[in-house]
């Protein structure tokens, strides 16, 4: 928690840097000691993979302080940096965005830097997955937005189309690959591949829509797939199971469980009515706005109803038999209070999207791109 606080709080590139590395500590921990079979070849693929991406992020971050150091004092003060990123020489930029944006995309995490991801997922215990999907991931988003779109306009202008296009690949990535995992905790992780392609993919369309429903898509991603894992792990300790092709007839065992999980899709599916299909909908949107080829990006969408539909099938509607054992009525109260801000802010964002998010996106694009893209 502390490490957490301090990623969103700091305004120091050496702190952000110190408490980034803190919050790995006790996730390498969670893993690799209440994991599962192979939770020690998860636990080292996390480690290996977050640390070397810090590292190349680290990289970025002393080459801006020898950059201010030549412009006279050297510091590591974020505001300092930020107000003389417009003086910072094009090859300096370009070196420095991309070194960040490594470290970012790692933890975010972008194909094809996501590989350690599916692995610590399926081998940690739910909580500690719900823990991942819902702030973790979001610190290499958060991470983005302050340090690559803030930090660097210039670079942003010249490395927005690599950077979309790899968010676009993403996206149609993760959701295609979620269609083979046998495993519903893999399928759900590679959901969170997925739906990260689309903060990404708005992120870099630099523009109001694209980078508000990049905010907004975190938000929505936490809770949907913060559900899914905890429903995931409820499941597997009532059936024994998480393999979808052994999970049969649930509806008829578990009845409240089996709505909960079908409404916890559809939030995902970015089905009308829920937090999500906002989101995505804007990033796409967006996406359309900067260039009409990412109109590819409509592909990811389909692909997601697909595998969640092929999920649901055989968990929901195959006829199966066992024992009627309905999971406990505070479980289903904690999968409720998730649930909830899904629909209520799937109705009406705009307490959230319009009020907070998007007033304050629209002021930083002008103070980064007075005169537009």
Known sequence: ETGIIGVFTSLNLILFYVFWEIVLIPMFFFIGIWGGPRRKYASLKFLIFTYAGSAVMLFGFVALYAWTGSQGTPSFDYATILTRSANIAMPFQVAASLATFVGFAVKLPIFPLHTWLPDAHVEAPAPVSVLLAGLLLKMGGYGLIRYNLLLFP???????????????????????????????????????????????LGTFTLGSIGVSAAVFQMFAHGLAVGMLFLMSGYIHEQTGTRNINELKGLRGRMPTTTLLLILASMAAMAVPGFANFISEYQVIQGALSANYLFGLAILAPGLTVGYFLWMLRRVVMTPGVGPRNEIQLHSQLILTAFLVPLLVFGVYPLPLLGNAIKPTVDHLLSILFPGGK
Request: no cysteine.
């Open 154 to 200: 210039a670079a942003d202008k010249l490395l927005w189309p690599v950077f979309t296009a790899i968010g676009l690949i993403t996206m149609i990535y993760g959701a295609s690959v979620a269609f083979v995992a046998q495993d519903m905790k893999r399928m759900i992780a590679l959901t969170s591949v997925n739906h990260m392609g689309y903060v990404l």
